[in-house]
């Protein structure tokens, strides 16, 4: 469905999303065996799952909702080893050894993308690009000549340059060469569909709720079947079971905002990105005869900063400030977490749980990243090892035990705010259509919503993970949790997150 202009009558939708056809694999509906299960059809679990198939192993699928439509189906989908300004840190804070098994993972994922488009003739849209991180500020231009350099030193080819093919001045740039882009439903849609066969399935709206350790491995779903297998993939984006490695404690997550936009003027090729703030990304896309330009950025933690709809009225002032735009078609917004180091969890989720593997904590940067991780989890599996492995090790910081302490404390919190909040809700609160209100009521916080249709839908709004309040985010109409990232639909349906469990909600009760 095409936005036609600014008023966004539409709610947000990717351009992704929209240009592909809509999946209708079936929910699991008894229990099954696999050699490994994969919680999450996202880029990493369709990923591993395909190349573990490829292995003649049995994978099972497990998608909460609809695959690729997670951050994976919001994504800007550009593959490149650049990821803003990261090698002159990760040799600062890590070594060259390890900096040089990051650099070497996400060029490894560039070019396996592009061999595996290539052998399966994968129609997405692939094309090598160049990718630029600039500067207009003074303040960056030592940072980006100490990136060049490291870059360098790993044996990436960076070049520094103080001009852009864009329509404005900059102060410094770092490109690299040889970087791509793609249509990323339109290739994983296409490794999906050699997923499921010879025991190997795909099983889309069956969320996994509970998770029994062990050899094999138990995942229970929602519906109370389970999927027993030796080893599992948690890559539900944010691991949807913890296994004591306190992945809430350990990452942040953070949403950017995205348009698709027409502009007269021919795009001049190539992946761009801002080294400062406010966020700015551009790229293009082929589209009927022509090409959308994709603007991004706007960062901001999920669940805090200002209302979120300016976020797509500022990018939409950038790409105007930018081009001559004749429509914007679309727009869309998503998150991702970022861990304490910067670089993703991916490996065994504990030191002391062999078969339960992770991949998460992508800081925006999971096309190549998510592709490494696929890649070394598979190996992992089948030969026991991967070169990457000690960079991205999710074991690379001992969980303390203060933390443990946290978690109790919130849970306890948690289970007395939720009791009888939502026994009674004021009937006499003013709302328009459109809007939403929390209010306080008998001490307690109630999030009420109301639809275009007069309707209005209250929840509590304490987040299920481990208590925090939500607020409301006015730009994808839903709540969202500032303590983790878990985002709930108004009706209290959970969207992502770590969230396992819906938001108790007053049904019609405010309802003629
Ligand atoms: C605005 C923005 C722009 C970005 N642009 C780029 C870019 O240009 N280049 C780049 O490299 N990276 C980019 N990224 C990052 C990249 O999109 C993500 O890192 C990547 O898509 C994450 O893939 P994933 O498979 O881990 O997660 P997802 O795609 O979110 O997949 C996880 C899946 O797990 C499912 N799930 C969750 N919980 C459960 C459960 N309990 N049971 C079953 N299923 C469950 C979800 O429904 C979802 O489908 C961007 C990120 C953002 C926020
Ligand atoms: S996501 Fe952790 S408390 Fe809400």
Same mark, same amino acid.
């Given at each position: ?93 890590? !070594? ?31 094309? $090598? ?84 350790? !062990? ?41 950017? %905002?995205?348009?698709?936009? *027409? ?29 959308? *330009? ?10 805090? !900063? ?5 976020? %797509? ?49 992508? $800081? ?127 009706? !209290?349906?959970? *969207? ?12 019609? $009760?405010?309802?003629?």
């Amino acid at each position: 469905m095409e936005q036609k202009n600014e008023t966004w009558s539409q709610p947000p939708q990717p351009y992704w999303i929209a240009s592909t056809e809509s999946t209708s694999y079936p929910a699991l509906d008894q229990d099954v065996k696999a050699d490994v299960a994969i919680i999450g059809g996202g880029l990493v679990g369709i990923t591993a799952a395909y190349l573990l198939k490829r292995e003649n192993l049995r994978v099972v699928v497990v998608e909460a909702d609809r695959i690729i439509q997670g951050a994976t189906g919001h994504t800007t989908a550009k593959i490149t080893a650049q990821h803003a300004l990261i090698y002159h840190k990760l040799i600062q804070h890590l !070594g060259m050894e390890k900096a040089r098994q990051y650099a070497e993972a996400n060029e490894y994922a560039i070019n396996f993308l592009e061999e595996l488009i290539r052998e399966k003739e994968i129609d997405c849209d692939f094309s $090598r690009q160049e990718a630029y991180v600039y500067t207009q500020s003074d303040q960056y231009i030592q940072q980006i000549e100490d990136e060049v350099k490291a870059a360098s030193n790993l044996g990436l080819k960076a070049v520094y340059l103080e001009e852009l093919p864009l329509p404005f001045a900059i102060k410094a740039a770092e490109r690299f060469d040889g970087q791509a882009q793609f249509h990323p439903r339109k290739y994983l849609l296409a490794l999906a569909k050699d997923i499921p066969g010879d025991g190997s399935h795909i099983f889309e709206q069956t969320r996994a709720v509970d998770f029994h350790e !062990g050899r094999p491995f138990t995942v229970i779903t929602e519906k109370g079947h389970k999927v027993v297998a030796d080893s599992v993939i948690l890559a539900s984006h944010f691991p949807a079971y913890g296994g004591n490695g306190y992945y809430f404690a350990r990452m942040y997550p953070e949403r950017s %905002y995205a348009l698709a936009i *027409i502009a007269q003027e021919k795009y001049p090729g190539g992946m761009y990105i801002t080294a400062e703030d406010p966020g700015r990304s551009l790229r293009s896309t082929p589209y009927q005869d022509g090409e959308l *330009i994709i603007v991004g950025g706007e960062h901001h933690k999920t669940g805090q !900063g200002p209302a979120t709809d300016t976020h %797509y009225r500022n990018l939409s002032q950038f790409a105007r400030q930018t081009f001559t735009v004749t429509d914007m078609l679309y727009r869309w917004s998503t998150q991702d977490y970022t861990t304490l180091d910067e670089i993703p969890y991916v490996g065994r989720i504990t030191a002391k749980t062999p078969n339960v593997y992770v991949a998460t904590g992508f $800081r925006k940067w999971g096309m190549t990243n998510g592709t490494a991780a696929a890649i070394l989890l598979k190996d992992l599996i089948v030969k026991g090892e991967s070169p990457w492995a000690p960079v991205y090790d999710p074991s690379r910081f001992e969980a303390d035990p203060m933390i443990k302490k946290f978690i109790t404390t919130n849970v306890n919190v948690a289970g007395q705010m939720i009791g009888g909040k939502l026994k009674s809700v004021p009937k006499d609160v003013e709302l328009a259509p459109g809007e939403a209100k929390v209010v306080d009521h008998d001490g307690n916080k109630v999030g009420l919503y109301r639809d275009n249709k007069g309707k209005v839908h209250a929840v509590d709004i304490t987040c299920t993970h481990m208590g925090c309040e939500l607020t409301w985010n006015a730009a994808e109409l839903s709540w969202d949790c500032p303590c983790h990232g878990s985002r709930f639909t108004y009706e !209290g349906n959970i *969207i992502e997150g770590p969230a396992l469990k819906t938001l108790r909600s007053g049904g019609d $009760r405010l309802n003629p």
